[in-house]
């Protein structure tokens, strides 16, 4: 009887054994799989943030051509003979706005409320967030201004509307404040 009692024992004991084993291997691959994806989301950050960042830095190149052909050229007696040119700098500007929109939901979803370890990506993340904050609201800031500028031509020099309307954009271009951080960057610059 003790003979089987021993082999019950150890019956056991390797039983338990095998589940703490297999426990601590499913534990372990778990860690290696979370790792991995880890690993991956931060590749793909570095992936996306390059394609952001190329679409982003022509944003202050279109930006300063808005700012030199519109911009600089805003006076009333200008009006009549600058609109379609104005209007199709602001279209051209829009384009560019449109293609870093394009650019930035990828990178947002792998970004926002997000940490990761490895420090560049997370200077990556925080490099999207400021471009996409100062590219979306210097752009509605922009768009705010030259209507502000067509409101009061319209209102003080009695300038046709219907000739020469304000600029509308849609509703995805709004101030944003991406980081929650309470600092609209371009907004009140």
């Given at each position: 009887?003790?003979?089987?009692?021993?082999?019950?024992?150890?019956?056991?004991?390797?039983?338990v054994l095998i589940v703490v084993l297999g426990a601590t291997f499913s534990v372990i691959?778990?860690?290696?799989?979370?790792?991995?994806?880890?690993?991956?989301?931060?590749?793909?950050?570095?992936?996306?943030y390059h394609a952001f960042k190329v679409e982003a830095d022509k944003f202050a190149d279109?930006?300063?051509?808005y700012q030199t052909k519109v911009v600089e050229s805003l006076y009333v007696e200008s009006v009549e003979e600058e609109y379609k040119k104005w209007i199709e700098e602001l279209k051209a500007y829009q384009q560019v706005v449109d293609k870093i929109l394009a650019q930035t939901k990828p990178v947002g979803d792998?970004?926002?409320e997000k940490k990761y370890p490895d420090q560049t990506v997370m200077a990556n993340c925080k490099a999207y967030m400021i471009n996409h904050e100062t590219v979306m609201n210097y752009f509605v800031k922009d768009v705010e201004e030259f209507n502000q500028f067509m409101e009061k031509y319209h209102k003080d020099y009695k300038g046709d509307k219907e000739k020469y309307p304000l600029y509308d954009?849609?509703?995805?271009?709004?101030?944003?404040?991406?980081?929650?951080?309470?600092?609209?960057?371009?907004?009140?610059?």
């Amino acid at each position: 009887m003790s003979d089987k009692k021993t082999r019950v024992i150890i019956c056991i004991a390797v039983g338990v054994l095998i589940v703490v084993l297999g426990a601590t291997f499913s534990v372990i691959n778990l860690m290696n799989k979370e790792k991995e994806n880890i690993q991956d989301r931060q590749d793909e950050v570095k992936e996306k943030y390059h394609a952001f960042k190329v679409e982003a830095d022509k944003f202050a190149d279109a930006r300063k051509k808005y700012q030199t052909k519109v911009v600089e050229s805003l006076y009333v007696e200008s009006v009549e003979e600058e609109y379609k040119k104005w209007i199709e700098e602001l279209k051209a500007y829009q384009q560019v706005v449109d293609k870093i929109l394009a650019q930035t939901k990828p990178v947002g979803d792998l970004c926002i409320e997000k940490k990761y370890p490895d420090q560049t990506v997370m200077a990556n993340c925080k490099a999207y967030m400021i471009n996409h904050e100062t590219v979306m609201n210097y752009f509605v800031k922009d768009v705010e201004e030259f209507n502000q500028f067509m409101e009061k031509y319209h209102k003080d020099y009695k300038g046709d509307k219907e000739k020469y309307p304000l600029y509308d954009i849609e509703e995805k271009y709004h101030y944003i404040d991406i980081n929650d951080d309470g600092n609209y960057i371009g907004k009140d610059k």
